[in-house]
Every structure is written in structure tokens, then in C-alpha cells.
């Protein structure tokens, strides 16, 4: 099993995180927390990296489904979205399967939450 959704495609990289983020927002999903690798890396570290970013994606509805069905499950939230710079004007958006993580829990109360989850995360990468 696929442990992402993943493509390329072409434009700037701050346009992908941009249409990310709005394709999130149409499938109910909020960002919680945004890493930006390259300036984390760059600050702690003084190392040149790749624009890349970390969006950590929420939808309310199923993670209270799911936290209401496996209280330690949100050591596996937010679903992390996958932003970076692969090319010139190429950009690759990676977001987490979640069925993959979900079945190292093996709770079955867990399995319609992430088969909804992983289909608009599918949705969002497929839309760009």
C-alpha cells in the first residue's frame, strides 16, 4: 500500500502551496500548523535546502470521529501535506495515505474515518 497521494505538477512554488491550501479548504480541511523546512533549516542549521513545506491539514469532523474511537490517535494528527520544489516551475504536493499508518492501530472503529480521510486527500492531490 501507497503510504502518500502524491504528483507534480507545474508553477511557482508559493502558487502550489497557495491552490494546496484552497483545495484542503474545499474538502473541509483546515491547516493547523505550516513548517517551512527550508527556513528551519537554513536557521538551525545554516544549511541551503529546497523550498519545502510541511502543512499540517485538519478536518474537525473526522478527527473527532476518530480521536472519539482511538484517544491516542492523534499522535497520527494532523495529516501532513508534502509541499516542495522539485524543479524549475515543478513542484511535487505529497499528502499521508492515512489507511497505511491506520493499520499499524488495528481498530477497525478507525477504518471508515481514514477511507473518507485518504478519498479528500485524494481529491485535493488529484485536483491540482
Not at 7 to 12: Q, Y
Not at 104 to 123: C, F, H, K, M, Y
Request: proline letters at 7%; a negative charge.
Amino acid at each position: 500500500m501507497e503510504y502518500t497521494f502524491h504528483r507534480t505538477v507545474p508553477g511557482s512554488f508559493d502558487e502550489v502551496v497557495s491552490r494546496v491550501t484552497e483545495a484542503l479548504k474545499a474538502e473541509g480541511f483546515g491547516v493547523l500548523s505550516d513548517i517551512d523546512v527550508q527556513a528551519t533549516l537554513k536557521a538551525k542549521l545554516g544549511e541551503d535546502f529546497r523550498p519545502y513545506r510541511i502543512l499540517g491539514a485538519c478536518n474537525p469532523p473526522l478527527a473527532h470521529k476518530a480521536l472519539s474511537n482511538e484517544p491516542r490517535v492523534g499522535v497520527m494528527l494532523p495529516c501532513n501535506v508534502v509541499v516542495q520544489q522539485t524543479g524549475e516551475q515543478q513542484v511535487e504536493v505529497a499528502a499521508i495515505n492515512p489507511a497505511a499508518p491506520m493499520q499499524a492501530i488495528g481498530n477497525p472503529a478507525l477504518d471508515s474515518v481514514a477511507t473518507e480521510v485518504g478519498t479528500r486527500l485524494s481529491r485535493v492531490v488529484a485536483s491540482l
